[in-house]
């Protein structure tokens, strides 16, 4: 910094600032003019310096961690300064698990969830549709019908005559049923001929037996199919939409998980534009690990914005949906011990040849039995290409038993978890399964102590992308029933500082970023969280009340609270 830029700096101060940075610091050795300063009670995932005063940025990059009084010498005229008063600055969240374009999608689509009556219903898909280009879909909504008086499920006639121009076909909230208009029924090719589906229901009047518009299940097979991908236009303001969202939670980086391949060019579009404000990995399918590991080697791996050498699989199902794989049969269907989703013979294969690659690999595996049988075919394939740093990750890793969670530590295979589907499944999960299980579900405690990476993230748009929802579920376990304000097993509860590291240097692990993200030290990359309390000093259950004050990804502003 030349001495001529350090004078204008002295000058352009404001006062208040001049006070605050103090003269003498202006005077010391030269510093250099920070980009952003973020002044509060800094927490740091940095063991050798826990906590500070502030952090001084320029460009992508940490020049100084330390007390306020030390980083007031690097703030000049240019210089942006964002300040938690009373709260907290901590290293940008790292949410492990998201959906993030779908995310985007839900965003900008249609949302029905808030509508009360089926006259709101019916008014919002008007409004909606009137803003859109004749023959473009509209999609989304997530209405709930059971919010209505009667509970009566939508009929197309309720929408036909406002999108006469627009296919329509909106899902309850569940996913297992939609409602089509005839312009949708028409595109799918479904009518008064149509046979059922398998696995599907098609929702026909008693007295015409024409559908309704109501799909069930399968039966939704043809809408989806006769829908358009969506265009560049469209993926590129659905990442707009997801991007935004997500620097208002806080988070400065995720993992993009079953991420479509034909949604790369919108990512990379955004880099090139400048426009990333959070940093993507991205694990495509890993039944085209050979796509991946073409497109790497034509284009490299990518960088701290954008990384694409991730694949990911899946075992099993879910515990809602009772297709989650177990040992025992399920308390409530004992007909069923869930799914294999995918042969194992192709998990293996597909794992080993991602693996031989060079690809990271990434598998959902919830069930106890699907966890067991994950780590095995992670075993043998460690055995048959060999030892390297792999990190192989298992997502959700929901119901484990207590040996699975020794093998998780010791085989250093990362346990990506989402911490708020505690408190939501909580509350019907011992309907399901046992006690035994129960207690080593969710096992945050148990991997922590027993060494495994423990990785926090979302699974956004299952649950909401909110790092602090996550924090308070993790550290309280209290159902969103109410029904365990002690904690459900409370045995695994974490602590607030556990459930920082889940989501910041632990996430940073679980990619092979660790030491210059997810921490925040000189030299390591400019994602920074305001606060607006400090999450160390509130009671648990206020955590969740907590507001993301600012956040700054790269280096640069890119959320203030309004
Ligand atoms: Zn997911």
Redesign the pocket.
Known sequence: MTNLRHQHRRAGLPLALLLAAGLAACESAPVGEAGVVAFGRVWTGNPDQPWAGGVAMRGDTILAVGDSGDLARYVGAGTEVVTAAGGMVVPGFMDG???FLDGGFQLISIDLRTADTPEEFTARIAAFAAERKPGEWITGGDWDHERWPGSPLPTRAWIDSVTPDNPVFVQRLDGHMALANSAALRAAGISKATKDIAGGLIVRDPRTGEPTGILKDNAQGPVYSAMPDPTAAQQDAALARALAFASSKGVTATNF??APTGSLAAFQRAQAAGALTVRVKMFFPINRWRWVADTVAALGVGDDWLRIDGVKGYMDGSLGSTTALLFEPYRDDPTTRGLETTPLDSIRRWVQAADSAGLQVAV?AIGDRANALLLDIFDSVAATNGVRDRRFRI??AQHLRPQDITRIAKSNVIPSM?PYHIIDDGRWAAKRIDTTLLRTTYAFRDLIDQGAHLDFGS??T?APIDPLLGIYAAVTRRTLDDKNPGGWFPAQKVTVEEALRAYTVENAYGIFAEGRRGVLKPGARADVVLLDRDLTKVSPIDIANTQVLATVAGGKVVYRAP
Do not use: A, F, L
């Open positions: 698990h998201t959906h998980m079953s959902h997502e959700h989402q699974d956004w299952v």
